[in-house]
């Protein structure tokens, strides 16, 4: 940490402590309890005059002028909450899309964005932050996460946070931990051992609090090993309070507190205390802590951390008030750019991309690519200016059904292909019926079929195909059209049984409030695609760790993620794989992937060479060896250890190059990405290792081999 940051964070703590001991035993529970400042049903109490409708609302302590805590959702935007701000916010693409960037800089400017987009609007907490892992490509939430590798997405979350806090307001990591899946999400327990979580989800975790520091840690839904991860004392005391020496706060996710206890095992704060079966926090803490002294030094403790994230992050010295000016085409060019990067072109057969802008006749085929671009649904859920363009209510009867729409943002595909080919004549047709998609393919020079995939916080995913008919008709517009482009919007990989018979592939995720812009863009070559894949793509479900969702075929589908388990115990045994997620557990079974994690096609092509590293810095050339400008990024990657085959990313480093240009990069190798988590400590053993630069996991170049001496340590 900086050293400026450490100045800021030990005045932030005496000040903290300063507060604390001002503060009158009723005022020591203020802060530890939080509501849902929204009227859910017509009997819900009316929210507090100063509360923004949002997430939540925390009481503040005017006597001490401790500020109140208005939060709000989420990682991609300051959520829309049904409209009820009448305002809409600027939505950047989904955490996959931000992954497939391997930028940094560019994700910090997106923290920053949406962060100064939440101050504007009255916020002083922002839920962003998601780094859980992709453990399985059919959960539900894998768009609002950054990925499969720990350095990866530990890395870009930190950037995130740290980009939304430089706006004076307090971000989130979460979910603190091992939330892998949606299913029955309050009930699944993850078990996994302690060795196999931090060589993974936890080292994503603390990389990204390392870079980020966020005020506040939200522990997730599910269980970990047998606990409740709000009710964890191996989570949240033993691994991030005092392993880590974490100082700001734990909030619980909304509904996730089982009892008062809690506070005893790390919770700080009962946020959205009414979806809870109890308000346990506020008065029955205090009277806990009046009567047992353990309650007392926690209540001390809670208060303490939550101060400290208030005054570390500025909060009483720069107020937040409604209203705010937004410049939304400054903010809505960087979602833009966020998308342009993010773009994952899987597929360009005969060089049919880039689209020459004297294309005579295209033929735009499904996804409601007349209309919008398709978001990713649940908390995180944003909307412009006038709400969706598009919304598919998905029915039926319980609390959370009028929450849960495939809503499509105002930026519309055909409007900017049209825009892109001005000379051209476009047609759109739905894809309902797949004999009308046939013959407007036929007709045309180009067909542009839009595929979705909707997904949604609270559901996974049954399988990673398609729905609604969409293989069957891609297959059936290339062969109708040899020149088709298939271009994907979906929340994680999905299976592409037509892809030989397609002309290219884009993955374009959920793009954002700028999406169709960015996907035109790079359609006619005003961009040159650059994204690398943040997740791998499977040839099938029979290369994953597990066959199906724990609870999947046996559970009722419940938002809320407490559905009857008819006595079930649901586990989630996650040392099966342990800590080789995705790439790394196909090296380990000898597995070759549709399309492998680091993967992603230009315009031009690039070479890397004269890797050197002692296994603490590597440098290496890349060169642009094509005709283009363009960038790729610098993969590095551990590829043997002590003479056992083993692959971890250990450095990334994007790159811009003119045609024929060539840079130096240079990077840092976390020694925890080389060691074993053992009893506690970092284990590094004495021996050699290899190291490879990789084009992505599948595709590396010569090995190059370091002798590092053995050495333990600790976090």
């Not at 009892?259 to 790390?266: D, F, H, I, R």
Request: proline share 6%; glycine share 12%.
């Amino acid at each position: 940490m900086p050293a400026a940051a450490q100045d800021r964070g030990a005045a932030a703590s005496a000040r903290a402590e300063r507060t604390l001991e001002a503060m009158t035993p009723e005022e020591k529970t203020v802060l530890t309890v939080g509501i849902m400042p929204i009227k859910l049903t017509p009997t819900s109490p009316e929210p507090p005059a100063e509360a923004v409708p949002g997430a939540g609302y925390i009481t503040g302590i005017p006597r001490l002028g401790v500020p109140a805590l208005l939060e709000t959702d989420a990682s991609l935007g300051v959520s829309y909450v049904f409209g009820l701000r009448k305002d809409g916010a600027t939505a950047l693409p989904s955490g996959l899309a931000q992954a497939a960037t391997w930028n940094p800089e560019l994700t910090e400017q997106g923290g920053w964005m949406i962060g100064a987009e939440a101050r504007a609007k009255g916020f002083n907490v922002l839920l962003a932050g998601g780094v859980n892992l992709m453990r399985d490509p059919r959960n539900g939430r894998n768009f609002e996460y950054f990925g499969e590798d720990p350095l990866l997405a530990g890395t870009l979350a930190g950037h995130a946070i740290r980009g939304v806090q430089s706006n004076h307001i307090i971000a989130t990591i979460k979910h603190f931990a091992l939330n892998g899946q949606e299913t029955a999400r309050k009930e699944v327990d993850s078990v996994i051992s302690p060795a196999n979580a931090h060589e993974s989800d936890l080292l994503a975790f603390k990389i990204g609090i390392e870079i980020g520091n966020p005020g506040a840690v939200m522990c997730a839904y599910n269980k970990v090993n047998g606990h409740s991860a709000c009710d964890n004392d191996w989570l949240l005391n033993k691994v991030l309070k005092q392993a880590w020496g974490y100082k700001g706060f734990v909030m619980s996710d909304w509904g996730a507190v089982p009892s008062l206890g809690t506070a005893l095992n790390g919770l700080d704060q009962q946020s959205g205390s009414e979806l809870d079966k109890d308000v346990f926090f506020a008065a029955k803490l205090g009277a806990a802590a009046k009567a047992d002294p353990a309650y007392a030094r926690r209540l001390d403790d809670m208060n303490r951390r939550i101060l400290w994230a208030v005054y570390d992050n500025g909060l009483v010295e720069n107020p937040v008030k409604p209203g705010g000016a937004i410049d939304f085409k400054a903010h809505g060019d960087v979602a833009e750019a966020v998308a342009r990067q993010g773009i994952v072109l899987l597929r360009n057969a005969r060089g049919v991309l880039p689209l020459a802008a004297s294309a005579k006749r295209i033929a735009v085929i499904g996804g409601y690519a007349n209309s919008g671009v398709l978001s990713g649904a649940g908390s995180s859920q944003v909307q412009g200016e006038g709400g969706a363009a598009v919304n598919v209510p998905q029915g039926g009867e319980d609390d959370f059904s009028p929450f849960l729409f495939e809503a499509y943002h105002r930026s519309v595909p055909i409007k900017a292909i049209r825009a892109a080919a001005p000379q051209a004549q476009v047609n759109y047709r739905s894809g309902r019926y797949i004999s009308e998609a046939v013959t407007q393919a036929k007709a045309a020079d180009i067909a542009i079929v839009f595929a979705t995939q909707w997904s949604s916080e609270g559901f996974d995913q049954p399988d990673l195909s398609l729905p609604n008919g969409q293989d069957a008709l891609i297959a059936a517009v290339a062969a109708a059209n040899p020149n088709t482009i298939v271009v994907l919007e979906t929340g994680g990989p999905v299976l592409m049984p037509w892809l030989d018979k397609t002309a290219a592939v884009l993955e374009a995720w959920y793009p954002g409030a700028r999406g169709a812009e960015a996907i035109a863009a790079v359609l006619f070559g005003q961009a040159n695609p650059s994204g690398k894949l943040p997740i791998t793509f499977p040839t099938g479900i029979d290369q994953l760790p597990r066959a199906t969702i724990e609870g999947f075929d046996t559970v009722e589908p419940d938002f809320a993620g407490a559905p009857d388990v008819h006595g079930q115990r649901l586990v989630a045994d996650y040392n099966i794989e342990g800590a080789n997620l995705g790439y790394r557990w196909n090296a380990g079974k000898g597995q070759k992937a549709l399309f492998p994690f680091g993967y992603g096609l230009s315009y031009t092509r690039f070479a890397a060479d004269a890797l050197k590293t002692d296994g603490a810095k590597a440098t290496a050339r890349v060169t642009n060896t094509g005709k283009r400008a363009g960038a790729t990024v610098a993969q590095l990657y551990l590829v043997s250890r002590a003479g056992k085959p083993v692959q971890r990313l250990v450095g990334f480093q994007r790159v811009e190059l003119a045609a024929g240009q060539s840079k130096a990069v240079a990077m840092t190798i976390d020694p925890r990405l080389l060691a074993d988590w053992r009893e506690g400590s970092w284990v590094l053993a004495p021996g050699d290792y290899g190291f490879a630069l990789g084009e992505d996991a599948e595709h590396l170049g010569p090995v190059t081999t370091a002798r590092l001496k053995g050495r333990t340590w600790k976090d």
